[in-house]
């Protein structure tokens, strides 16, 4: 566990993003049937569901990657490159 400065451990403040990746989480609005199962797998909450849409704040993602397998239409895929 290592301080990444303010006083908090890195484990305390979960997995980040690296500055270097270009990756996201993508939705393919066709496949996607708005079940909301990724929704509930989110940690960090970036996903979310607003009359039958669904944003994913890329910004807020943490790339865990635990939606892509929750989708049981596979309509998120992640995307970009490292």
């Not at 890195?10 to 690296?18: D, S």
């Not at 943490?62 to 892509?68: A, D, E, G, Q, V």
Request: glycine share 8%; hydrophobic share 35%.
């Amino acid at each position: 566990m290592t301080d990444k400065g303010g006083g908090m451990k890195e484990a305390e403040m979960g997995p980040t993003r690296t500055s270097t990746s270009d990756m996201y989480v993508a939705v393919n609005y066709d496949h996607c049937s708005y079940c909301g199962a990724c929704v509930a797998v989110c940690p960090p909450d970036c996903i979310t569901l607003h009359d039958a849409t669904l944003i994913v704040d890329t910004e807020a993602c943490t790339l865990c990657r635990r939606c892509i397998p929750a989708c049981p239409t596979g309509a998120l895929t992640l995307e970009g490159a490292v």
